[in-house]
C-alpha cells in the first residue's frame, strides 16, 4: 500500500536550516510496528503519522516517532505538521486541535497570500518541575559528561533540574557561549549522569549571547539509540520557558523568550516562546516559528 509524505525544515525560514521532519499522510491503517520501521527509514529526529481525530471536532490524530520510540509530545513536529494541513486554507489563520499521547495540542496558523507564514503552537501541559541536583559531586558528574569545567556551570538562578510540558529535559546553565560551543559528550560519563537524573535529555543554554535579537542559545543532546544532538527542539524550550518564568521575580505577566538553537551543527535555528504567568503560576505556554518544505513523495509499505 501506498503512503504520502512531505518532509519540512523547522523553526527556519531557509531551507536545509532547522530542524528535518517528516510527515506521513494517511495513516490510519498503518500499525505501530510499521510507523516505528518507516521513522527509522526516515531516520530524522522524528516522523509523524497524520489519522483522523477520534472526536469529530479535533483536526487529527497525530502520532510522532523518533527512530526508536513513540513520544507523547514534541515541538517541531507540531509545527511541521500544521505547516502541511495548512497550506492552501484561506483566511488569515487557521487553527488546528491535534489529539496526541500526552493530550490535546493547539496550533494556529497564519497565512500570507493563502500559504503559511508562521505557526505556533499551546503546550498540552503547564509545565513541571524535577528537583535541583546541588551536590557538588552531580555538578562535577555533570561537567565530565559535557566535557566542560565547573566554572562553566552557571547556578546564579537554578541548579540543574528536570523540566516538562509533556516530554521532560534537564536544563543545565552555562556562563558564556564559549562554553557552550565546547560541549561534547563523554558517552561513560553522559551515561552515568542521565542515570542519576533519571533524564535522557539534557538541555543546555546560555544568556550571554552577545546578541541583541536573542535571549537564549542552546543545545539539546538526547539518547535515542546514541546520543544525538536536535538543531531545534519546541519541547525542551517550552519546559525551559515555563521554568524562567517560574523563577522571574514577577507575579504576574507575559514573557518572550527569542531563542537560538542549531548553530554548532550548521542548522541553524529559531524559535519564539510565549510564557503567560498569573498570580504566581504558570498558566500558559507557546513556542511557535516558520518551516520551509523541502520534499514530497510516496513510500510503499
Not at 565547573?150 to 537554578?158: I, R, T
Not at 546560555?206 to 531545534?232: K, V, Y
Request: proline share 3%; with cysteine.
Amino acid at each position: 500500500m501506498q503512503y504520502t509524505y512531505q518532509t519540512l525544515d523547522v523553526f527556519t525560514d531557509k531551507r536545509f536550516g532547522g530542524n528535518p521532519l517528516a510527515v506521513v499522510l494517511g495513516a490510519e491503517t498503518l500499525s505501530t510496528e510499521q510507523m516505528q520501521k518507516i521513522a527509522r527509514e526516515f531516520n530524522y529526529s522524528e516522523t509523524t503519522f497524520v489519522q483522523a481525530p477520534d472526536e469529530k471536532e479535533n483536526s487529527a490524530n497525530v502520532r510522532i516517532f523518533t527512530p526508536d520510540q513513540e513520544l507523547g509530545f514534541a515541538g517541531h513536529p507540531n509545527i511541521g505538521t500544521a505547516w502541511v494541513l495548512a497550506a492552501g486554507a484561506t483566511g488569515q489563520q487557521t487553527s488546528l486541535i491535534f489529539e496526541e499521547l500526552a493530550g490535546l495540542v493547539r496550533v494556529n496558523v497564519d497565512h500570507s497570500n493563502g500559504e503559511p507564514s508562521y505557526a505556533e503552537l499551546t503546550t498540552p501541559q503547564t509545565v513541571m518541575y524535577g528537583s535541583e541536583l546541588t551536590a557538588m559531586e552531580h555538578r562535577k558528574l555533570l561537567c565530565e559528561s559535557l566535557s566542560l569545567e565547573l566554572d562553566d556551570l552557571c547556578v546564579d538562578n537554578h541548579f540543574p533540574r528536570n523540566a516538562s510540558t509533556g516530554l521532560e529535559f534537564h536544563c543545565v546553565e552555562l556562563n558564556s557561549l564559549n562554553a557552550l560551543s565546547r560541549v561534547s559528550i563523554n558517552t561513560e560519563k553522559w551515561q552515568q549522569y542521565t542515570e542519576l537524573s533519571k533524564c535522557f535529555a539534557i538541555h543546555i543554554y546560555t544568556r550571554a549571547t552577545e546578541h541583541r535579537d536573542i535571549d537564549i542559545c542552546c543545545r539539546m543532546f538526547a539518547t535515542l539509540g546514541d546520543i544525538r544532538e536536535d538543531p531545534a527542539t519546541g519541547s525542551a524550550n517550552c519546559a525551559l520557558a515555563g521554568l524562567l518564568a517560574h523563577l522571574d521575580a514577577s507575579h504576574t505577566g507575559q514573557f518572550t523568550y527569542r531563542i537560538a538553537q542549531g548553530v554548532e551543527m550548521g542548522r541553524p535555528s529559531k524559535l519564539l516562546a510565549r510564557v503567560d504567568k498569573t498570580a504566581g503560576a504558570i498558566t500558559q505556554i507557546r513556542i511557535g516559528g516558520t518551516a520551509v518544505h523541502v520534499m514530497q513523495g510516496t513510500l510503499t509499505v
